[in-house]
């Protein structure tokens, strides 16, 4: 079964760091893309950023742009997104997810819906002093 999992998380005072790994669980993260998201309590998935599995190219939502980094390490098969200076609006549980199409990432950053229906536990990340 489809199965991403999700680490890094934790309790992080405003404009510290905290870096989330994204490790696929019993096969290859042979999808064309991979994304990020996050969920605040009573919101939607919102997309943070995708890498392209054929190129390495990125892209983030507007809202983390210059603050966080998402890279890929295919020996171990592991997705990380690095954030720094974080903010209390980034409080949310995150979450991974593989993506068809990375030309459809450019929407899910800009805050179109992504229809997943396997998410995964996710990773909490609360920013708070």
């Known amino acids: 079964q489809l199965q991403f999992v999700e680490s890094g998380g934790g309790l992080v005072q405003p404009g510290g760091s905290l870096r989330l790994s994204c490790a696929a669980s019993?096969?290859?993260?042979?999808?064309?893309?991979i994304g990020w998201f996050r969920q605040a309590p009573g919101k939607e998935h919102e997309g943070v950023s995708c890498?392209?599995?054929?190129?390495?190219?990125?892209i983030y939502a507007d809202s983390v742009k210059g603050r966080f980094t998402i890279s890929r390490d295919n020996a171990k098969n592991t997705v990380y997104l690095q954030m720094n200076s974080l903010k209390p609006e980034d409080t949310a549980v995150y979450y991974c997810?593989?993506?068809?199409?990375?030309?459809?990432?450019?929407?899910?950053?800009?805050?179109?819906?992504?229809?997943?229906?396997?998410w995964g536990q996710g990773t909490q990340v609360t920013v708070s002093s």
């Open positions: 997810a593989p993506i068809e199409t990375y030309y459809y990432c450019s929407g899910y950053v800009s805050g179109g819906l992504y229809e997943y229906d396997y």
């Open positions: 019993g096969f290859s993260l042979d999808y064309d893309a």
């Open positions: 890498i392209s599995s054929s190129d390495g190219s990125t």
